[in-house]
């Protein structure tokens, strides 16, 4: 069965520095796709980024970027340059592979919290 | 254009109870999504529906139901609430191409008294 964890429950940082939120994944297909997901207090879930396996180079998405390193299945998202309003709960995810819905597995999540 | 849409925002429900959680998107996708988000947890499927007339079940069904009713819309039902159930419902839809991404409604909170 396909698994995502994300092994920090929480994070600290200060505004303007770089942030980098950890994810693992385990998976013994080889077609496969990570998300992430912003989750901000008010609740609802914002799609940041996608990085798909086949993919040769990381992904990127104006401040947040996917540091996808295949052989250690991890798949990080990097945020530059971190605001106040970056503040919130972010979840990985994995894209079950095959045909059909593409059902997502998601992580536990990691809440990330910007210092002014 | 108003992507997927929830109602009602909040429940309260007695144990026992039946309620229906109504989710549309107008996106024209194809697939759609149920999910459950648990305090201090990530979102796990409940059931989803991948075309029009198709429903199947996630990891977490017991206790639910869903309706397809069209490519619009896809109720989740709970036919008699558990404490268990209480928790905030996400409904979300995605187009159907490999790496498109899932878009999620606003959620639903239920509480089972």
């Known amino acids: 069965a396909q698994k995502i964890t994300q092994t920090q429950p929480g994070m600290f940082v200060q505004e303007k520095e770089a942030v980098t939120l950890d994810c693992t994944y385990d998976t013994s297909d080889p077609s496969y796709g990570l998300f992430w997901y912003k989750q901000p207090s008010s609740g609802e879930m914002i799609f940041l980024i996608y990085q798909g396996s086949y993919d040769q180079q990381n992904a990127t998405e104006g401040r947040y970027s996917l540091n996808f390193q295949k052989a250690r299945k991890s798949a990080n998202l990097v945020i530059s340059a971190s605001q106040l309003g970056d503040s919130a709960m972010y979840f990985c995810?994995?894209?079950?592979?095959?045909?059909?819905?593409?059902?997502?597995?998601f992580g536990q999540g990691t809440r990330l919290t910007i210092n002014p | 254009n108003a992507g997927v849409t929830q109602t009602p925002k909040f429940q309260v429900l007695k144990t026992g109870q039946s309620m229906t959680l109504q989710c549309a998107q107008d996106?024209?996708?194809?697939?759609m999504y149920w999910y459950r988000q648990d305090p201090g947890m990530g979102l796990r499927l409940i059931y989803y529906?991948?075309?029009?007339?198709?429903?199947d079940k996630g990891e977490v069904p017991n206790g639910y139901n869903v309706s397809r009713l069209n490519k619009r819309e896809f109720s989740l039902r709970l036919e008699s609430a558990a404490p268990s159930q209480t928790s905030v419902y996400f409904c979300?839809?995605?187009?159907?191409?490999?790496?498109?991404?899932?878009?999620f409604g606003p959620g639903t909170r239920l509480t089972v008294l």
């Open positions: 996106m024209n996708h194809n697939s």
């Open positions: 979300a839809s995605r187009r159907g191409v490999a790496t498109d991404t899932q878009y």
């Open positions: 995810a994995m894209r079950e592979s095959g045909r059909g819905a593409q059902k997502l597995v």
């Open positions: 529906s991948a075309s029009e007339g198709t429903t």
